[in-house]
């Protein structure tokens, strides 16, 4: 099990959750949460990549708060001061790097809201290598400002993200030269991967889950836990 931590990005105090082998080598993860907040699903799935071999600093973007509601989700998310959220993300990866040291490999992970910063945040910080998504997408001239692999975990009905979205992300990264990978999940919706929504479907959750981690300790040349 991980732990609350209190750090600081550009002056200001930011909330993260931490877990995992902080050990020098052991191959890190950020990652970056849905509209809902940094939640109970969001810790559990850090606390089971750490269970897999992964060091993992989840940063709270929203200050603690956790929306229960799509409405709710949406206001919070609609608020939100989009530097300090950037300032946010780009605190815990340089935290990350440095409880690492220069030889582990850094990935991150990004739900929905979160994935579109995922996308993108490689192109902030070069220590971020692979990138795995789970329904959400960004397009244009960001996708070729990085180099490294993408693992995109999708639903088969998604009014958030639709078929041609996520074929136009899948090209747009291919066209800039970076490995893609693309699963859509028969009989899914948005959050199918976030046990405490109704749209949770368990297999898909876990198979996404067991690509994920093959994913990044591939790419992150980490050993079989």
Known sequence: MGAFETAEADGNPRRQYVAGDMAPGTPGVVLLHAWWGLDDDVVAYADRLADAGFAVVAPDLFGGAVAQTVEEAERLAGSADDAAVEAFAVGAI???????????????????????????????????????????????????????????????????????????????????????????YPGTGHWFAEPSKD???????????????????????????
């Open 199 to 225: 749209a949770y479907r368990a297999e898909a959750a876990d198979l996404a889950f067991e690509r994920t981690v093959d994913f990044l300790r591939r790419e992150l040349a980490a050993p079989p836990a």
């Open 94 to 184: 340089d935290d990350l790097a440095e409880r690492l040291g220069a030889s582990s490999k850094l990935g991150v992970v990004g739900y929905s809201y979160g994935a579109a910063m995922a996308i993108s945040m490689p192109a902030q910080r070069d220590r971020l290598g692979p990138t795995v998504v789970y329904y959400g997408t960004y397009t244009g001239s960001i996708l070729a400002r990085a180099s490294g692999p993408v693992l995109g975990h999708f639903a088969e009905s998604d009014p958030y993200e639709t078929d041609d979205g996520v074929a136009e992300f899948e090209e747009g990264l291919r066209s800039a030269g970076r490995d893609a990978t693309v699963h859509r």
